[in-house]
């Protein structure tokens, strides 16, 4: 399985417990559980369950749940253990996986033995990570806009989407519309909000005392920061014109508004995996060492994600980047970035390592997403698509992406928090930081003149110095 069968990552928003998808196996019939965003469940019977592939267990969930046919290009099955993500290909048989699985984990992952022993995967339903997001601004359908909208709501106070304060207030104040109903000032309502303050932000802006402070602050307490910036948000969501003002009324036009700003999130829609990569040598031994990172794969670019902080430590797009992978024959299995760097004032090639088992499938699913935005370019060259933009495009405004014009802001890159690699060509050798930047180290990259980074290829005899 490459990465263009099936996109392997890290554990589902909720982290869920183990539970299987196949409630019993006959000799004819099955009882399948196929789980949504929201964590409710889609129960299938179905007939010789081994054989069927994916295509044909998505129609059966379209078909429950009264979905429209976009539904088959916005939604994939999945399956989803704490250990490992795999989205499913139609032509994928979900059982035969599932009965692979130790072999999937033993060979994308680090688990324990026991830990791969005990581990079941379950089917779930979740966004298409190859959909476009600017389709789905022309989606119309409440139920698909509700999923999601549960989805990337899951990804959000998960914590999976890196977001600032002011993000996580506007789209936790949406959560609050869609929940509590429009916002009507007085106690009842900073009451409401608080009981279920986990529901509407990030478990970290929803820390509370313990103990008596806790006790001494009372219901007429004044609220913490979080708990204050989302009642201020929550008092400015705006409602549509004409209707949409009470809970029993559609909600779709806040479902898009939170799809509208999670948008503006560069990973949202990403496929996730688990990886590391090396410390910045710190102190008077240079001691260095590794961090966990997510690193998040979608049609506009691959962004590294710091696991801990929760925020980012590289952002590029497609055309800023080169790429390559080592697989574990060669040595240890390593997903390669290369971009360009300033050393001193020096133009440098920089090169990243990453170092995870799941190297060979980030790099087949980078190929993948690069191939389907250069098909979609030539499909429709007049209207804007998801893939790669122009050097000139690829800087957005801020109406655009408003959280890059912040300092510190938890989706720029931190480069100061990585270690890599800085090199230039000089004469047949690849040596670290020299002058003049001349050659890229590797060869698979976008297109000449299709972005900014600069594409030379390299002499057959370059090794890297």
Not at 412 to 440: A, F, M
């Amino acid at each position: 399985m490459d990465g263009t069968e099936g996109n392997a990552g890290q554990p589902g928003p909720a982290e869920r417990s183990h539970r299987s998808s196949v409630s019993s196996v006959g000799a004819r019939a099955a009882d399948v559980l196929v789980y949504l965003a929201d964590d409710t469940v889609v129960p299938l019977a179905v007939e010789n369950l081994p054989s069927l592939n994916a295509h044909e267990l998505h129609r059966a969930v379209r078909e429950v749940l009264q979905l429209p046919d976009i539904a088959l290009d916005v939604f994939a099955l999945w399956l989803v253990s704490p250990l490992l993500e795999v989205q499913l290909k139609p032509k994928h048989q979900p059982y035969k996986l599932g009965r692979q699985w130790p072999e999937l984990l033993l060979r994308f992952t680090d688990a324990p033995d026991d830990d791969v022993a005990m581990d079941e995967p379950s089917l779930q339903f979740r966004r298409n990570v190859f959909f476009p997001k600017r389709r789905e601004l022309q989606i119309h359908d409440e139920e698909v806009l509700r999923l999601l909208y549960e989805e990337a709501k899951g990804n959000v106070l998960a914590a999976r989407y890196p977001c600032d304060v002011e993000d996580c207030e506007a789209l936790g104040a949406l959560v609050c519309r869609v929940q509590l109903g429009p916002y009507q000032p007085g106690q009842p309502t900073a009451c409401a909000v608080r009981e279920k303050l986990d529901s509407f932000l990030p478990a970290h802006l929803c820390k509370r005392g313990h103990g008596l402070f806790a006790a001494l602050r009372g219901r007429g307490a004044k609220a913490g920061l979080g708990e204050q910036g989302l009642l201020n948000a929550y008092c400015k969501v705006k409602e549509a014109a004409g209707g949409d003002s009470g809970r029993g009324t559609s909600l779709s036009t806040h479902y898009r508004a939170y799809l509208l700003k999670s948008h503006e999130l560069p990973f949202y829609g990403c496929a996730f995996f688990h990886g590391e990569v090396d410390k910045p040598a710190q102190g008077f031994l240079h001691r260095g060492g590794r961090k966990p990172v997510v690193v998040a794969i979608s049609l506009e670019g691959v962004h590294v994600i710091d696991s801990r902080e929760k925020h980012v430590l590289l952002g590029l797009r497609f055309q800023e980047l080169s790429w390559d992978h080592t697989s574990p024959e060669e040595e240890e299995s390593v997903l390669w970035l290369e971009f360009d760097g300033d050393n001193e004032g020096t133009p440098v090639n920089r090169l990243l390592k990453i170092y995870s088992k799941q190297a060979e499938l980030m790099s087949g699913l980078i190929e993948y997403c690069i191939e389907l935005n250069q098909t979609s370019e030539l499909a429709a060259p007049q209207e804007t698509v998801s893939g790669p933009p122009s050097a000139a495009s690829s800087l957005p405004s801020s109406a655009q992406r408003p959280q890059l014009q912040r300092q510190g802001s938890v989706v720029c890159s931190r480069l100061q928090h990585l270690s890599t690699i800085d090199y230039v060509e000089e004469g047949q050798q690849i040596k670290r930081v020299k002058p003049k930047r001349t050659t890229s180290f590797f060869s698979r990259q976008l297109s000449v003149g299709q972005g900014s980074y600069t594409v030379v290829q390299p002499a057959d005899s370059l090794e890297q110095g």
